[in-house]
């Protein structure tokens, strides 16, 4: 049988540029995918870490408010003058009568405290002592005798050393305040107040 036609199978033609094109496009979403996932997760580990940095805030802030609900209720029910003392401040520089104030600074401490309120009972005398925090620390018992004796316990620093006492106005109120916590805790009495402090060294033209 004899076909009089030539039949040529005809491949299509490749476009190379179209190729090339799609597969940019395909390099260039996927590089935008991955940038963009890298950019999502950025997000998310920072706002992760701003959530838990505002947690800490509040947790922070709560406890500050909470440290000063108790202060409030502590100065609250501190033990307010009475009126005989009140009277006795307030006249302390008007009385016609000569007074000697006797006070005892940087005690107590074990080997010359106790001949120190020996003494006193014995001639029936009242003193003031300005102790350390520090040694009222160490020396609780003594502090109690102090004040079961009649003597009044005031405050003066914690630890005398001037260095660290006069770094600045905070760490004078911090020295005050751990000595006045530990006389409390020598006494075993959370609302008692020395209302009377004595600067380490003095206080005179004392640059902080």
């Known amino acids: 049988m004899y076909y009089p036609y030539n039949l040529t199978v005809v491949k ?6 179209k190729i090339f094109i799609v597969v940019l496009i395909l390099v260039v979403i996927i590089l935008l995918s991955i940038y963009g996932g890298i950019r999502y997760a950025k997000h998310m580990q920072d706002k992760k870490a701003i959530e838990e940095l505002q947690k800490e805030q509040e947790i922070i802030e709560e406890q500050k408010r909470i440290e000063e609900e108790k202060e409030a ?22 009385s016609e009568e000569k007074r000697v104030f006797l006070t005892f600074d940087d005690g107590p401490t074990s080997s010359v405290t106790p001949f120190i309120l ?4 014995q001639e029936n005398i009242k003193a003031t002592f300005f102790v350390l925090g520090n040694r009222a620390k160490s020396n609780p018992n003594l502090i109690k005798r102090e ?12 630890t005398h050393k001037y260095s660290s006492i006069y770094t600045n106005s905070q760490t004078v109120l911090d020295e ?25 060294g003095g206080s005179v033209r004392r640059i902080l």
Request: hydrophobic share 30%; with cysteine; glycine share 4%.
């Open 73 to 94: 209720k502590r100065l609250k029910n501190a033990s307010p003058l009475t009126q005989e003392q009140m009277g006795a401040i307030e006249n302390i520089y008007t």
């Open 118 to 121: 020996d003494l006193l009972k």
């Open 12 to 17: 299509p033609k490749i476009n190379k540029w």
């Open 147 to 158: 004040f079961e004796e009649g003597h009044y316990i005031a405050n003066h620093g914690y």
């Open 176 to 200: 005050y305040n751990y000595t006045e916590s530990c006389i409390q805790e020598a006494l075993a009495n959370p609302d008692y107040h020395s209302r009377v402090f004595r600067f380490p």
